[in-house]
């Protein structure tokens, strides 16, 4: 059946972007399977766009990986607009805009999961790159899109929280500071020029955590937009 097809594709797809003479039509394949699949991604791991997420994240490595979907996500919005499909595109940018996460790794006959926290300024390119891509879904999307997009800003604001109770470093969040200052730019020109209430509620709960109990740079930019 063709429906048993399209699901069995994916996996495929998935492992053709690894050679990067075919990454650019495995990646449009894929945007192409699910760009109407409205199944959620948490509970679908078979779903196109949930593969395309998990080869962007920082586990696999290979940051031209990540740079050739923001690329693919670029295309799309050019062809389709941003509220052309059931999806954004920013679940396919959030993985980018983390800060920290584990890897598995064989040992022996048993796997291992081994924290990591991203390289600030090695990423710094792959980021700003990502949140190019968020501010365009923001200043072009309707109301839904902007609001994935004020989620995507808060995600990126977040500080790094390690996995498995590793813990950042002092001089690992001072490096982080400018992206997260940026950031907060970015809402603060959402919230003085608001389109919907909903948007202004949006940036309030992606600030109040930071704005109370943030670091003092941090908190004290925060502060401004509550």
Request: charged residues 30%; hydrophobic residues 40%; proline residues 6%.
């Amino acid at each position: 059946r063709e429906e048993d097809v399209i699901a069995a594709t994916p996996p495929l797809l998935q492992r053709i972007a690894y050679h990067p003479e075919y990454r650019t039509r495995a990646f449009d394949l894929l945007g192409e399977i699910g760009r109407d699949d409205e199944r959620a991604l948490n509970t679908h791991p078979d779903h196109a766009i949930r593969t395309l997420s998990d080869l962007a994240g920082y586990d696999n490595r290979r940051l031209e990986m990540a740079a050739s979907l923001l690329e693919a996500v670029e295309r799309w919005i050019d062809r389709d607009g941003v509220s052309g499909c059931a999806h954004s595109g920013l679940e396919l940018v959030d993985p980018i805009l983390e800060k920290a996460g584990s890897r598995m790794t064989p040992v022996g006959h048993q796997l291992t999961f081994q924290p990591y926290f991203v390289d600030p300024d090695a990423a710094r390119m792959l980021r700003d790159h990502a949140l190019r891509v968020v501010r365009r879904v923001i200043q072009e999307g309707e109301l839904h899109a902007v609001v994935r997009g004020v989620e995507s800003l808060s995600h990126a604001l977040r500080d790094p929280m390690g996995h498995f109770g590793a813990s950042a470093s002092d001089d690992l969040l001072d490096r982080w500071l400018p992206e997260q200052v940026e950031v907060l730019g970015t809402l603060r020109a959402l919230s003085e020029h608001p389109r919907d209430p909903i948007i202004t509620l949006g940036v309030l709960e992606a600030v109040s955590w930071h704005a109370a109990y943030g670091r003092p740079k941090l908190r004290e930019a925060s502060r401004d937009l509550v």
